[in-house]
């Protein structure tokens, strides 16, 4: 299968040239030969118009008026099925058709996606989104403008979908998933434009996670008010980067390795506690988390930005409390089947 509608766009004037030709040339026959079955007529317009040289089925040449017809039919038709056979064959050429399955294909994938994220913008940030995702092995849709960037994406990302429009557009984010989507991040190259895909986006899911770049720190404020949960700025985040370098360089590089590194095997990860956990009401020193899972808990989250580092043992663990800890996968594992009782 492939998108029909596509396809046609690109074929629909040869298309209609090619039959229109070969349905008047029929009936144009019928007009000098009224006898003869449509079938034969029919036969006869598609030898005439292809040149193939088959023969006089119907006996035009003792007919002056018909052969003057012919005539016309022969030299208007084949210059329609020579037009057609160049624009199908430029078609197919330049990779439409090819480009009209890819489409299809995408569309299945993101169809069938629950959960995965979609990353508005795969510029100069959204590339390193992108990067971070599939390093971690999450699902997600790219939205982009342009087929050129598109292919640049595929090329490095091959196994990330891309769809070509306006992310801002109500019509492209439900082509994405967006009703199914645990998150979006919004990184166009103009604020503005990440305002109003923050404001599309949480209309349309209320409950989606936004995560929205802004270059101006002035918009931070907007776009929070607009329904993005966090704001990211990367001029800020770069200038306290390169103070910390200078100042606390080991902690960076031990960061790094945590956050972005290519080891994948130890990770500062997070989990929620459910509220039908098992764990809820207890204190942090009686669930025991470095027996069970072979970790320590480094700080607890509770009431949005409010964390709590190094929480003792006597605190006790609620619905909705924030787990932030260093461990691999198999560490992550078990954390998860401890909440999850």
Same mark, same amino acid.
């Given at each position: @299968?492939?998108?029909?509608?596509?396809?046609?766009?690109? *074929?629909?004037?040869?298309?209609?040239? !090619?039959? /229109?030709?070969?349905?008047?040339?029929?009936?144009?026959?019928? %007009?000098?030969?009224?006898?003869?079955?449509?079938?034969?007529?029919?036969?006869? $317009?598609?030898?005439?118009?292809?040149?193939?040289?088959?023969?006089?089925?119907?006996?035009?040449?003792?007919?002056?008026? %018909?052969?003057?017809?012919?005539?016309?039919?022969?030299?208007?038709?084949?210059?329609?099925?020579?037009?057609?056979?160049?624009?199908?064959? #430029?078609?197919?050429?330049?990779?439409?058709?090819?480009?009209?399955?890819s489409f299809e294909r995408v569309r299945r994938r993101i169809k069938r @996606?629950?959960?995965?994220?979609?990353?508005?913008?795969?510029?100069?940030?959204?590339?390193?989104?992108?990067?971070?995702?599939? #390093? #971690?092995?999450?699902?997600?849709?790219?939205?982009?403008?342009?087929?050129? &960037?598109?292919?640049?994406?595929?090329?490095?990302?091959?196994?990330?979908?891309?769809?070509?429009?306006?992310?801002?557009?109500?019509?492209?984010?439900? &082509?994405?998933?967006?009703?199914?989507?645990?998150?979006?991040? $919004?990184?166009?190259?103009?604020? &503005?434009?990440?305002?109003? !895909?923050?404001?599309?986006?949480?209309?349309?899911?209320?409950?989606?996670?936004?995560?929205?770049?802004?270059?101006?720190?002035?918009?931070?404020? &907007? *776009?929070?008010?607009?329904?993005?949960?966090?704001?990211?700025?990367?001029?800020?985040?770069? /200038? @306290?980067?390169?103070?910390?370098?200078?100042?606390?360089?080991?902690?960076?590089?031990?960061?790094?390795? @945590?956050?972005? /590194?290519?080891?994948?095997?130890?990770?500062?990860?997070?989990?929620?506690?459910?509220?039908?956990?098992?764990?809820?009401?207890?204190?942090?020193?009686?669930?025991?988390?470095?027996?069970?899972?072979?970790?320590?808990?480094? $700080?607890?989250g509770r009431g949005g930005d409010h964390f709590q580092y190094n929480p003792?043992?006597?605190?006790?663990?609620?619905?909705?409390?924030?787990?932030?800890?260093?461990?691999? /996968?198999?560490?992550?594992?078990?954390?998860?089947?401890?909440?999850?009782?």
């Amino acid at each position: @299968m492939f998108d029909f509608f596509r396809a046609w766009r690109g *074929l629909k004037i040869p298309v209609i040239l !090619l039959f /229109g030709s070969l349905i008047l040339g029929t009936f144009g026959f019928k %007009a000098f030969f009224p006898d003869e079955t449509f079938l034969r007529l029919l036969y006869m $317009a598609g030898i005439t118009l292809t040149t193939v040289g088959y023969g006089d089925i119907l006996g035009i040449d003792e007919n002056p008026a %018909a052969i003057i017809y012919t005539t016309f039919l022969m030299f208007t038709g084949m210059g329609v099925v020579l037009y057609s056979t160049s624009v199908v064959t #430029a078609y197919i050429i330049e990779g439409n058709l090819k480009n009209a399955f890819s489409f299809e294909r995408v569309r299945r994938r993101i169809k069938r @996606m629950e959960n995965h994220f979609i990353i508005c913008g795969a510029g100069e940030t959204g590339v390193h989104v992108i990067r971070e995702m599939v #390093a #971690a092995d999450q699902e997600c849709v790219v939205i982009e403008t342009t087929e050129e &960037k598109k292919q640049e994406i595929n090329f490095e990302f091959p196994n990330v979908p891309v769809l070509v429009g306006d992310a801002t557009t109500d019509l492209i984010l439900e &082509k994405a998933g967006i009703g199914r989507a645990r998150g979006l991040v $919004a990184a166009l190259s103009n604020d &503005k434009d990440n305002l109003f !895909l923050t404001v599309s986006a949480k209309m349309l899911q209320p409950r989606l996670t936004i995560v929205s770049k802004a270059i101006d720190l002035t918009m931070i404020k &907007k *776009l929070k008010r607009a329904g993005a949960s966090r704001v990211v700025s990367p001029n800020y985040i770069g /200038g @306290m980067r390169m103070a910390s370098e200078i100042l606390r360089p080991h902690v960076t590089n031990f960061l790094d390795r @945590m956050l972005r /590194g290519t080891d994948k095997s130890i990770r500062v990860e997070e989990v929620v506690i459910p509220k039908e956990s098992s764990l809820v009401g207890k204190k942090i020193g009686e669930v025991d988390f470095y027996s069970n899972c072979g970790l320590n808990i480094l $700080a607890l989250g509770r009431g949005g930005d409010h964390f709590q580092y190094n929480p003792g043992p006597e605190i006790e663990l609620s619905s909705g409390d924030v787990l932030l800890y260093i461990g691999t /996968g198999e560490q992550e594992k078990l954390l998860d089947k401890l909440v999850s009782k």
